[in-house]
């Protein structure tokens, strides 16, 4: 699949679309209208894992071809559109680090091949680790009224005041301390990963 199929399809529904288009909607609408792009014979998260690749990798490789048409292609999986190169002046695609790893991914081709069943399932299960670990984390931080930014320090020394301050020895409510600890302890936990 090299020469990516449906990376024609694709450009036409982002032009279909000039304020923009989720990934997920044109995940729909390549389901509507291009039979081989289901890969239903393999399995709901595999499927769903080759649907992504597919889209992804036309995407990169789009950006690039319509850069040099004097086109910006923006890749955001809420917003993929299509719009003029703001400055004329450049002579390659903005080099933006963190997307570079990414870029590279999805242009080849073998992540496509050799990512199994199994692959899928346990890069799921590990997004889901992660996804219920944050929200544990922003949950322990609201129990000790904390912001999503508090730094380690912060935490720690908040934790000390308040576990004084409720504690049953003096006076505290024994409740509010048990939830007191037992936020601490998620944020020593997720601190240490």
């Not at 989720?22 to 389901?31: F, G, K, M, W």
């Not at 399995?43 to 889209?55: E, I, P, T, Y």
């Not at 505290?172 to 990963?193: M, Q, S």
Request: aromatic share 10%.
């Amino acid at each position: 699949m090299p020469g990516n199929p449906f990376k024609a399809s694709i450009l036409s529904l982002i032009k279909a679309h000039p304020s923009g288009i989720s990934e997920y909607n044109l995940i729909q609408r390549l389901l509507d209208c291009e039979e081989e792009f289901s890969f239903a014979e393999e399995g709901a998260n595999l499927a769903l894992f080759r649907q992504h690749f597919v889209v992804m990798n036309a995407l990169y490789q789009l950006q690039t071809e319509l850069f040099n048409e004097g086109m910006y292609l923006s890749i955001s999986p809420l917003d993929i559109r299509l719009g003029p190169v703001t400055d004329p002046g450049l002579a390659s695609l903005p080099d933006d680090n963190s997307a570079t790893p990414l870029r590279d991914y999805y242009l080849d081709w073998e992540n496509f091949f050799q990512t199994s069943y199994a692959d899928v399932e346990t890069m799921l299960t590990r997004f889901m680790e992660r996804y219920l670990a944050i929200d544990e984390r922003l949950d322990a931080l609201q129990i000790l009224e904390l912001p999503a930014d508090a730094p380690w320090e912060v935490i720690k020394q908040t934790y000390r005041r308040l576990a004084a301050q409720h504690h049953p020895d003096k006076g505290g409510d024994p409740v509010r301390f048990r939830a007191i600890r037992g936020a601490y302890e998620i944020l020593i936990r997720c601190h240490a990963n």
